[in-house]
Each structure stands twice: as structure tokens, then as C-alpha cells.
């Protein structure tokens, strides 16, 4: 007999980085998923190094009680994120990082066009100050930005929503790293396509950039 004050737990969790928390959670509102979502700070990505460890304590907080555990993010330069979800069962989503989640080929025929792109998602748009300016230390030492951005040749917008003001804020940012800007919206392009297909239990869209330097996935046939 079920005790009437447990409350039972869904099927999976997804253990997200914030950078990519609202379209997760859209994403599984849009299709009715019974889904947990959990988010880790997008900071870490400054640390990439810290990116593993938070997500194994992640998994490890959900524990048996869930049949899926999906870890929502790309590569991002944690190295040892494969090994950890291996180890514990999780999947996640094809990919190097959010750009080419988002973009999927569009992402791979910009960077053909001009590999020093710098790209901004909604999420960095809106987080750009303290994410970048402050975590990059932008505004202690202003002779950064001219380093940081010197190799770079133009900035595209990946907007997720049709939004004019982020798209403003974009344009903003790229005025003041001192590069030309253009918008591309992408939706949430592969990045949803990638999470339905691991709900349905089926092979993962790809694009022509989605190897991430460490692991090489099939090409879409």
C-alpha cells in the first residue's frame, strides 16, 4: 500500500547548467515531459575544471531515484565529464557546447565563414556583465577586453526567443568589444531535438561541427 504522504518521483532528471536552464525547462513544458530539472551555476565555466565535480555531486544528490539521469551540457572543456557519466549511468546531449547545440549547422557554416566568430546566446546576453565583464575581471582591468577579444573578428547572436531589446543588448556588447555584429535566431534548434530524441530512446541529431576535439559523434545519415 502506497503511503499517502510520498510524494513519487518522476521518471528522470535533467541536471542542467543554468546558461541553458530556461530553455530546458521550456523545452520540457512544450512537450509535456515529466521531468525534474536541476541546474548548476554557469560560473563554472570559467573553472571548466569544476564543471565534473558539481555535476557528479548532482547525480549523486539524485541517487536511485530516477531511471534516467540526463546531464544537460556540451563538452565545455571538462574533461572528465564522459568518464562521470558513464560511471553513473547518465546521458547527454551530443555536442562541444551551447553554440553548436543551438545553432546546429548553421553554427558549422559560421565558423567555415570566419573562424574567429565570438558567439552570444539569450542566456550570455542577459548575464554579460556579471558573467563576463565582472567574471573575467572586464571592469577591474580594462586593457583585457582588447586582449581578450583581439583575435576575434565578429560577433553573431544566437537568439533563442524573438526578442528586440536582447537583440539591442547584443548589438550593444559587440559595439563595445569593437566588432561587427550580426543576428541569427536559431530556436532552440538541435539542442531540443538532441533531448527528444534521448526521451524517445532514439539516435541524436548532429551537424557538421558537433565533435568536440575529444569525442567524435556519428554524422546524421
Keep these: 500500500m502506497t503511503d499517502p504522504g510520498h510524494e513519487e518521483r518522476p521518471g528522470t532528471v535533467f541536471i542542467a547548467c543554468a546558461a541553458l536552464g530556461k530553455e530546458v525547462r521550456d523545452i520540457v513544458r512544450q512537450n509535456g515531459w515529466d521531468v525534474d530539472v536541476r541546474v548548476i551555476n554557469a560560473k563554472l565555466h570559467l573553472y571548466p575544471s569544476e564543471i565534473g565535480p558539481a555535476v557528479e555531486e548532482k ?13 544537460v551540457y556540451g563538452h565545455c572543456g571538462a574533461m572528465d565529464l564522459d568518464g562521470i557519466l558513464a560511471d553513473r549511468g547518465a546521458v547527454r546531449p ?6 553548436e547545440m543551438f545553432g546546429g549547422e548553421t553554427f558549422a557554416e ?3 565563414e570566419e573562424p ?3 558567439f552570444l546566446t539569450d542566456f550570455l546576453v542577459k548575464a554579460w556583465d556579471s558573467l563576463a565583464v565582472k567574471g573575467l575581471k572586464m571592469d577591474e582591468h580594462p586593457k583585457l577586453k582588447k586582449l581578450l577579444f583581439a583575435n576575434y573578428k565578429r560577433v553573431i547572436h544566437f537568439s533563442q526567443v524573438e526578442d528586440p531589446d536582447l537583440v539591442q543588448r547584443a548589438r550593444d556588447i559587440a559595439k563595445d568589444i569593437g566588432l561587427p555584429f550580426e543576428h541569427r535566431h536559431t530556436g532552440y534548434g538541435h539542442l531540443e531535438e538532441r533531448l527528444k530524441a534521448i526521451m524517445a530512446g532514439e539516435d541524436q541529431p548532429t551537424s557538421g561541427m558537433t565533435s568536440d ?3 567524435m559523434y556519428p554524422t546524421a545519415g
Design 59 to 71: 547525480l549523486d544528490e539524485a541517487g536511485d531515484d530516477y531511471g534516467r539521469k540526463v546531464v
Design 116 to 118: 574567429g566568430t565570438f
Design 110 to 112: 559560421a565558423m567555415k
Design 94 to 99: 551530443v555536442g562541444p557546447h551551447c553554440y
Design 213 to 215: 576535439g575529444y569525442t
